[in-house]
């Protein structure tokens, strides 16, 4: 038998090919340990699909809004992407269900149509999300028109198309920008009713929503199928969790969900969000319009056996903000928009003790958070259908122009980030720059480059595309038949021999 130094030939060869395949797999790991692990997505406002969070077009006397512009969206891809992906999540506005068969996610209209949603992207070589020049693609949600007719998007899911860049949308700086406009398909001036389109963004780039661009935002919940998505433990069997028929008390005949014991305790809604963007350096006065938020709480009226959920408890109460402007903001009129003042909690409020399943303690505030973790809050946001003005400012302080004074506005990441928002408060927005879009994770995605400094903990910068799950597996694949290959072949050899 062939020796070599004292070792047998064929173990030789035997060791060599373990250590080949070896090789192999110690290499794949460490690609796939640097690239693959990086979340593939930005999302507005966010990637998870039962969190209850969701951007919202609305309509119906009963559920007025102060915002009735379309959404403006600013979609970049890298240089090196031959490719582009934009996601809708929860597209459809199907009716309320009348069978089980026939339920829905999310969405709601009572006594009105659906609100259906168009999609237009453009390209905008400029980058300034003002691009208007020929249309790229089209998608209706109820695949009416565009390039998605007779294909409607679907419930609960993600809608996603994969387009190759367009070269007229390419900037100077060599990336792809496309401008993608959401407005209402099918307008309708009957004010009878409500309904509402619930729906969540997403790119395989960078996503944001451009500056000055007011939007709206909700935590949906309409039918028994959201009530159960959002506690995933809600058992309507248990009287600790849900009084029986014909009994109520304070909370609506629920548990209080801040009770551990209680089965609204577990949930994927928080009543937290974030909304983040970059301020240049060199800003006096940071401005963050908000609008509708109902800022107040209203507690159930003691007396049993009823309890009205009518008693304004004052412990929430909004005021007069002394800042803001008299005339409405040019964005809101034309909408259900009240001049600013003091609002009473009407509407309901946004701390509405009494329906425990909507219920988010306290009553919403918002952070404002700079570079570093500093932080300025603000503690008597808008009540119902009026827009207020919250912002900072390095001049002289003035209490009828700035809430707060401050030395410097550094350059860098800035986020909104509301808390105690109730489950069905359809909040607005607008702020002077471009609000970018979240990974999985709840991280801001951002272009480069970036402002210095950067912001404690840095976020999710893209440079170049990374591979996903599905690259992962090719990989493997490849890995293995490389080496199922490398193994009969020197099987054949030692044969052969």
Known sequence: MPMLRGIPRYMFNKLKTCGVIIAIAFTSFFLISQVSFAQPYACIPTCINDDAKFLIFAAGATLQTINNQNLEVQIRSEENSPTVEIGVFDGDAIQEFIVFEDFTWWDRASNRPTVELLFSLFPDP???????????????????????????????????????????????????????????????????????????????????????????????????????????????????????????????????????????????????????????????????????????????????????????????????????????????????????????????????ECLATNLRRPSINYNLIGPGGVTYTNTDPSGNLEWELFNISTEPFDPDLYDIQVDNIEGGLWCIEPFGNDIRNLNSLRLPFDMFGLDENGNPVLPTPMPSPMPTPEPIVRDVPTLNVWGMFGFGLITLFVSIYYLKRRRATNTAK
Not at 192 to 209: C, M, P, Q, V
Not at 293 to 300: H, I, M, Q, R
């Open 126 to 352: 400029e980058g300034n999300g003002q691009g208007n020049g020929n249309v790229v693609a089209t998608w209706s949600s109820d695949g009416s028109i565009g390039d998605n007719m007779g294909d409607p998007m679907p419930d609960n899911e993600w809608f996603s198309r994969v387009l190759p860049n367009a070269p007229g949308a390419q900037t100077e700086d060599g990336f792809y920008s496309y401008r993608l406009e959401v407005s209402v398909l099918n307008p309708d001036p009957d004010p009878a009713g409500e309904a509402w389109n619930a729906f969540k963004l997403r790119t395989d780039g960078i996503i944001s929503i451009t500056a000055g661009s007011a939007f709206n935002y909700m935590a949906a919940r309409d039918n028994f199928f959201d009530l159960i998505t959002i506690y995933p433990d809600y058992n309507d069997s248990i009287p600790e969790c849900v009084l029986p028929p014909g009994q109520t008390n304070e909370l609506g005949g629920f548990c209080d969900p801040d009770d551990p014991s209680c089965c609204l305790f577990n949930t994927t809604y928080d009543g937290n969000w974030k909304f983040c963007m970059i301020v240049p350096e060199g800003v006096n006065t940071l401005d963050i319009w908000d609008g509708d938020l109902d800022y107040g709480s209203a507690s159930a009226d003691p007396t049993p056996p009823d309890f009205p959920c009518n008693l304004a408890d004052g412990q929430s109460v909004d005021t007069d903000d002394q800042n803001t402007p008299i005339a409405l903001p040019p964005w809101s009129v034309g909408t259900d928009v009240v001049t600013q003042g003091i609002s009473t909690p009407t509407g309901p409020p946004d701390d509405l």
